[in-house]
């Protein structure tokens, strides 16, 4: 198992919709995890962090994290066209103290008006 | 209040020509992380850096990578004898005083070997 793993999708939603983006990740990761932004030739933008069990609310974007079942997602309320980019899920490898990040193969995510 | 720099934004070198990538990190950020996103592929940890030290290299590429982050200026990614395989682009993230915090990325340096 990958210590981080992605559907590379694409997923496509309407417009207004709620996007699902899901990650799984094994026991070689820290319990730290990120969502960063990418659009096409762009470098990685932050967009929320977790650390612990339950939901993360920052406007119109949920993460939630679930150690039980290893996995963490990313819910876009209200989805918008400008939404449509690359989602990549990282964590932090080992203890988490090594500062290495490990991140996902990222899904695509396309809004359509 | 600047974010990540890096310089050059693109960068085009023939086979065997040396490359040198440069990386500020954030004002108050002491920790510098280089990765690498081949094309259509994830991103890649590198190596991890501290001011003149080097924490973790277990992403670098045996030969002809080496990474520095001097006292004073950036820290340089340097690739010597460029191979076509090292065509990618190259992220230089930094965060402020320990490890495990967010990691904010640069614009990234797109190289391109002839």
């Known amino acids: 198992q990958k210590e981080v793993e992605q559907n590379s999708g694409p997923l496509s939603v309407p417009e207004g919709a709620i996007a699902s983006l899901n990650c799984t990740y094994s026991?070689?990761?820290?319990?730290?995890f990120f969502w960063y932004r990418q659009y096409s030739g762009k470098s990685p933008e932050l967009i929320m962090s977790i650390y612990s069990n339950g939901d993360k609310e920052d406007g119109r974007f949920t993460a939630q994290l679930n150690k039980a079942s290893q996995y963490v997602s990313l819910l876009i309320r209200d989805s918008q066209p400008s939404d449509s980019a690359t989602y990549l899920c990282a964590s932090l490898s080992g203890s988490g103290n090594t500062g290495k990040l490990i991140f996902g193969q990222g899904t695509t995510l396309q809004v359509k008006p | 209040n600047a974010g990540v720099m890096q310089n050059p934004r693109h960068l085009v070198r023939r086979r065997g020509q040396e490359a040198r990538l440069r990386c500020s990190p954030m004002k108050g950020h002491s920790h510098v992380y280089w990765y690498r996103q081949l094309p259509e592929e994830g991103l890649k940890f590198m190596v991890y850096?501290?001011?003149?030290?080097?924490?973790?290299e277990s992403g670098m590429p045996k030969e002809r990578f080496s990474a520095e982050f001097p006292k004073e200026g950036p820290s340089i990614l340097r690739i010597q004898q460029v191979v076509r395989g090292d065509s990618a682009a190259y992220f230089c993230?930094?965060?402020?005083?320990?490890?495990?915090?967010?990691?904010?990325f640069g614009p990234g340096t797109r190289l391109l070997v002839l």
């Open positions: 850096l501290q001011k003149e030290n080097i924490i973790d």
């Open positions: 026991d070689r990761v820290s319990q730290s």
């Open positions: 993230a930094s965060s402020p005083s320990i490890a495990g915090e967010t990691q904010y």
